[in-house]
């Protein structure tokens, strides 16, 4: 029942859509402009910098705020409350994403990724700042620096948690394998969705179709 609170929780919080609304306060329905997804890409290239960085503000701290408090209230800081802030991280990537008011067409997760980390462990969230920072600082592709950032999230959760990094704290010696399965399959899921989000911009980039940061969309 922990899980699915922490799922229901975070899709709550998810369904706050910050580029549909920042937009329509704008007189723009951010899903019929440009790529058609409610995120920040696609608000700074339709509606400027300002639009970009608000919008990413928004998503990022609708995903920060629930899992912050969630690890607040569980407490022990462990392995399970790591557990825990997958879940509800997910959660609010699924509403991102899919928010039922607005026929489930939302964004692709990304800044809401962004608060996941910034949530869960620090240690990761820096190394995915910077290897998005220098993809994007190099090619001009976000597309391929949110996806690169989804692949490290992946891969630096499931390193960290098989070696023990987020303790065993109240957990019987018996369910400590099995939680840490969960860990991974949950972050798994996560980075999954983000690729499958981003599946026409992997098309467009094994093409060399893919618009960059700063080009006028074609």
């Given at each position: ?7 229901a ?27 058609g ?15 970009g ?15 912050l408090?969630?690890r ?147």
């Amino acid at each position: 029942m922990e899980r699915v609170f922490c799922l229901a929780l975070g899709y709550v919080f998810g369904l706050f859509q910050t580029g549909y609304i920042y937009g329509r306060a704008h007189g723009i329905d951010i899903r019929t402009q440009g790529s058609g997804n409610s995120g920040t890409t696609n608000a700074l290239r339709v509606m400027g910098k300002k639009a970009g960085l608000i919008v990413f503000a928004g998503d990022f701290f609708k995903t920060l705020i629930p899992c912050l408090l969630v690890r607040f209230f569980v407490g022990d800081g462990g392995l399970y409350t790591h557990l825990l802030v997958l879940y509800t991280g997910f959660g609010v990537t699924l509403g991102h994403n899919f928010p039922c008011y607005l026929k489930f067409k939302g964004g692709k997760g990304i800044a809401a990724m962004a608060g996941l980390l910034a949530a869960s462990d620090m240690r990761i969230a820096l190394v995915c700042l910077a290897v998005f920072v220098v993809t994007v600082a190099i090619t001009r592709y976000v597309s391929l620096g949110s996806l690169l950032v989804a692949a490290c999230f992946f891969i630096l959760t499931v390193s960290f948690t098989m070696i023990g990094s987020y303790g065993t704290t109240g957990i019987p010696s018996m369910n400590t394998g099995r939680i840490q399965v969960e860990c991974c399959v949950a972050a798994g899921v996560i980075s999954a969705m983000a690729f499958w989000r981003h599946r026409a911009n992997i098309g467009r980039l094994i093409h060399g179709t893919e618009n960059k940061l700063g080009a006028k969309k074609a």
